[in-house]
């Protein structure tokens, strides 16, 4: 559910034409999130993709003395965006390699949604008159640990807000068949058929007063108060100016997937992969995947000094990494949140279909399909058609190849087995990325 909203959220995005405004796209952070609500922001331990936002359950009128009124706010609006489509695709594919292979397929979706939303935005007076406000003395304790670790904070400037409730509606289909025949072959024996028929709908009601998308500004504390970064709003500035921020390993000017490869490589070689560890660390995140705020959970708590502690799942995957010695192993620790990190950049459906996949042991032809997509494509910056290679679906029979297609579908590209319209997006390339180096991490601790 929370896919089919964000995939709504981007549309109606992109559809204002505001630059800088945000789509939500889950649907539980947006209840969070409302002006002047405080946002932080972590430093990624790899070059190639960006950590999400975090919606603080703290506003920026928490940190400053009270004032005598209430800000101002202009409103823009209503408006009503409606949006409806439909496709049908036929796509057919055959390869001879190590194996002989055929595939046949034909996805129908429709989708249907109805936006009734307004502008909220903080005129530049309202600024002018909140920074007259001074920050709270002493400092609160959610600030001070923000100084100690060195996180960037943003506050929300504008919202779209939803004044309806829409009903979202998405029906999908999907036929898929294949014949694989080899004499000897680690998946199969012999010769096959296999085929998956899905059909699947959705619909979500959302209910009104919800953010479905924001701007936010950087914040900065100095010595004389505080102030927003209008301009800047790449991190490139800190909030908290003097603190080291946590710097990427191995950044070079030099980009490419190779770069990529190296850095997952370099995480797992310093990373102590004992088999009875590794697979308790593999089965008990396996249960977590599908509840986000437990996995965002387990990285702050392993980011603590000390390390802190969890219950559940989270909890047992912290105490194998205390086993040995009581406290994480740096490697290892180094690795695991390298893991969750690349989790926290893909969809909620695509949790879901991870845990699928660990399930039925397909990490590591996922893995190559995706290297097969991203490696050619990595410094395009433009949109150009591709071909799948039809031989790397050999070991994705069935139901398999449904949640492979989907895996790739989340991360924004549209594929057709040896057909020109498979087209590269070039925004694909970060959630592609944080694919790849999770299903190489997620394969080696399977291994493991």
């Known amino acids: ?64 003395e009270p004032g005598s009124s209430v800000p101002d706010a202009a409103v823009k609006g209503p408006f009503v965006l409606r949006y409806a489509r439909a496709t049908k695709h ?33 005129p530049h007076e309202t600024w002018t008159e909140l920074q007259k406000r001074k920050l709270l003395d002493p400092e609160p304790a959610f600030l001070k640990q923000c100084r100690e670790a060195g996180v960037n904070l943003y506050v929300v400037t504008d ?53 479905v998308a924001y701007k936010r500004k950087q914040l900065v504390f100095h010595n004389k108060g505080w102030d927003i970064l209008y301009i800047a709003n790449d991190d490139k500035q800190e909030t908290f100016p003097g603190r080291r921020l946590t710097k990427v390993s191995g950044l070079v000017l030099r980009a490419d997937f190779k770069l990529l490869q190296e850095e997952v490589s370099q995480k797992v070689k310093a990373a102590e992969l004992s088999k009875g560890m590794w697979g308790a660390v593999f089965s008990n995140l396996l249960a977590m995947l599908g509840h986000r705020e437990a996995l965002q959970d387990l ?66 032809p996922q893995r190559d399909l995706v290297r097969s997509i991203l490696e050619p494509n990595f410094n395009c910056f433009e949109n150009i058609p591709f071909t799948l290679q039809p031989e790397l679906f050999a070991p994705l029979q069935g139901e398999g190849l449904v949640i492979t297609y989907e895996l790739l579908d989340e991360c924004g590209l549209k594929m057709e087995l040896n057909s020109p319209r498979s087209t590269w997006i070039p925004e694909a390339k970060e959630p592609l990325s944080a694919l790849y180096g999770t299903l190489s991490v997620l394969t080696q601790l399977a291994e493991a």
């Open 299 to 364: 990285m702050d708590t392993l980011e603590l000094e000390p390390v802190g502690h969890l219950e559940g799942p989270g909890g047992a995957i912290l105490t194998e990494l205390r086993k040995d010695s009581g406290y994480p192993e740096v490697g290892s620790k180094s690795l695991l949140l390298y893991l969750l990190e690349g989790l926290m950049v893909l969809s909620d459906s695509q949790h879901d279909l991870l845990a699928q996949s660990m399930e039925k042991r397909i990490l590591l």
């Open 159 to 211: 919202t779209v807000e939803l004044l309806n409730s829409p009903v979202l509606q998405d029906f999908r289909s999907k036929k898929i068949s294949g014949k694989l025949s080899t004499p000897q072959d680690i998946w199969f024996q012999g010769e096959g058929q296999a085929g998956h028929i899905e059909v699947r709908e959705k619909q979500l009601t959302v209910t009104g007063n919800l953010a």
């Open 90 to 122: 036929h796509v057919a594919g055959s390869a001879n390699a190590a194996a002989e292979a055929g595939f046949s397929g034909e996805t129908t979706e429709c989708q249907e949604s109805a936006f009734k939303c307004q502008i909220v935005s903080t």
């Open 1 to 64: 559910m929370p896919s089919m909203f964000g995939r709504n959220t981007k549309k109606l995005v992109k559809d204002i034409g505001q630059q800088e405004l945000r789509p939500v796209k889950c649907l539980e952070r947006a209840t969070k999130i409302h002006p002047f609500s405080l946002i932080q922001r972590k430093k990624a331990r790899s070059r190639f993709w960006q950590l999400p936002d975090v919606f603080l359950d703290v506003s920026l009128m928490h940190i400053l």
